[in-house]
């Protein structure tokens, strides 16, 4: 998603004299189809060879020119949603200070798509959503808005309306030289405060997408400083590796339960040994390997008896004659 305007060239055609090099400008952060094919190909290829993905966000969305639609940038985009859906390591998704994820490309890496394997952080300093403030304050927040509340908070427009009232509820005409000078001057005020009013609103519109705001309707799982980010990420990727290969031999233990039902039983097993951080975490799971090990055993033989019991009901002479024929050649 970089920020550079140059775009692939088409060179002349040996054969056609007339022709010339044909250099395409592009956008940045933007997806095009070859880009966004290239980035679905590359997230297939890491899940390929199995090794985490690590993913710094910063692209508007997807161009929609009528050739782009032609060369069909939706399908390729979907080859990315695809990819990410598939991914069985762990994923991370981090939008970087001074970046922004917008429009389509939020939809497309939001951790929703895939929650057992991916998570998206955010910088302080960062913007995310699917509209950008301009966007936002065009649909929501347009200019009979903006006079609307500017009538109501500017004591100058306020005592302006109040006289224009006491002149209507006096019998005097709207075309009247009182009126009309009164609305004159009202008119005057707005043109001086709508500019003052538009930029307040874009602020206003902005502060829906700092990374605080995101945290706060889980649109990430955390805001982490750029400062912090690499020995964050080192922890919370050895977290994750050793909590993916818990999760996976607890399942294979006990077939019953769900990825994310493992995932909770090894969380209270940490919570109930006073962990909290990713370092924490990993020292425990370091530590506590016999521990965890007998757990799973546990879980397994419960697995098998309940299993057991479930034969017993179906079919008891069947369990015996295994039992038996176990014992014999066991």
């Known amino acids: 998603g970089g920020r550079g305007a140059r775009g692939p060239a088409h060179p002349a055609a040996p054969a056609m004299p007339q022709t010339s090099e044909i250099k395409m400008m592009r956008a940045g952060q933007v997806w095009y189809p070859d ?18 993905l690590m993913v710094f966000a910063n692209w508007r969305g997807f161009s929609g020119g009528q050739r782009d639609m032609f060369d069909e940038v939706l399908k390729f985009g979907s080859f990315i949603v695809d990819a990410l859906v598939d991914y069985k390591q762990p994923c991370f998704v981090y939008i970087p200070p001074k970046a922004e994820l917008r429009g389509g490309a939020w939809v497309v890496v939001d951790p929703r798509i895939n929650q057992e394997y991916m998570e998206m952080y955010a910088d302080v300093e960062c913007r995310g959503g699917v509209l950008e403030p301009t966007g936002t304050v065009e649909i929501k927040y347009r200019e009979k808005q903006l006079i609307e509340t500017a009538n109501r908070l ?3 427009l306020q005592q302006l309306i109040a006289s224009d009232r006491e002149l209507a509820a006096q019998g005097v005409a709207i075309d009247a030289p009182q009126r009309v000078e009164l609305k004159e001057r009202r008119d005057k005020r707005v043109a001086e405060l709508l500019p003052v009013y538009k930029q307040v609103a874009l602020h ?9 705001r995101m945290k706060k309707k889980h649109a990430v799982h955390d805001v982490v400083s750029w400062e912090k980010a690499r020995q964050f990420f ?6 994750q590796l050793i909590l993916f290969g818990l999760r996976s031999e607890i399942v294979k233990a006990c077939p019953t339960l769900s990825l994310n039902q493992a995932e909770r039983l090894v969380y209270k097993w ?8 990713n370092y924490q975490f990993v020292q425990w799971s370091s530590s506590s390997v016999k521990d965890v090990y007998e757990k799973v055993q546990q879980l397994r033989k419960q697995h098998i008896k309940e299993q057991t019991h479930a034969f ?10 295994a039992l038996r024929k176990g014992i014999v050649y066991g």
């Open 35 to 52: 880009s966004a094919y290239k980035t679905a190909q590359a997230i297939a290829d890491f899940n390929q060879e199995e090794l985490p």
């Open 154 to 156: 500017d004591p100058q």
């Open 204 to 212: 206003f519109a902005d502060l829906h997408d700092t990374a605080m």
């Open 234 to 239: 080192y922890w919370r990727l050895r977290r």
């Open 270 to 277: 940490a919570e109930d040994a006073g962990v909290e951080s």
């Open 312 to 321: 017993c009901r179906e079919s008891l002479t069947a369990v015996w004659d």
